[in-house]
């Protein structure tokens, strides 16, 4: 009922910038939550920022609070993910993920997934 896809990857430097999109179609009313999870070769996927879609309320990673921000454009399905002050062990793959339940930082109660995209930060 939902679909997304990712874009903005790409190589980037140590100390660079990237904005990660996401965008939604079908279904989209239903969903609660917005996550934004990576995962390196050889590591768990983790969470890395949430968005509450009615409040817009946030939630971020220890590992990127102060560096990354998650948004949203409710009325173009659009959500993204602006990252700053990159740094090599931001490399892994992105993944967008759509929860019904209101989950965030949680990989098995996502609904929907997008395709992923790569992030590779050289030093």
């Known amino acids: 009922q939902v679909q997304l896809v990712e874009s903005g990857g790409e190589p980037v430097q140590a100390g660079g910038s990237l904005r990660l999109s996401c965008a939604a179609s079908g279904y989209t009313s239903s969903i609660s939550t917005m996550n934004w999870f990576r995962q390196a070769p050889g590591k768990e996927r983790e969470g890395v920022a949430c968005i509450v879609s009615l409040s817009g309320r946030t939630y971020y990673a220890d590992s990127v609070k102060g560096r990354f921000t998650i948004s949203q454009e409710k009325l173009k399905n659009k959500m993204y993910l602006q990252m700053n002050s990159l740094k090599p062990e931001d490399t892994a793959m992105y993944y967008c993920?759509?929860?019904?339940?209101?989950?965030?930082?949680?990989?098995?109660?996502?609904?929907?997934w997008g395709q992923g995209t790569q992030v590779t930060v050289s030093s």
């Open positions: 993920a759509a929860d019904f339940g209101g989950d965030c930082f949680s990989p098995v109660a996502q609904d929907y």
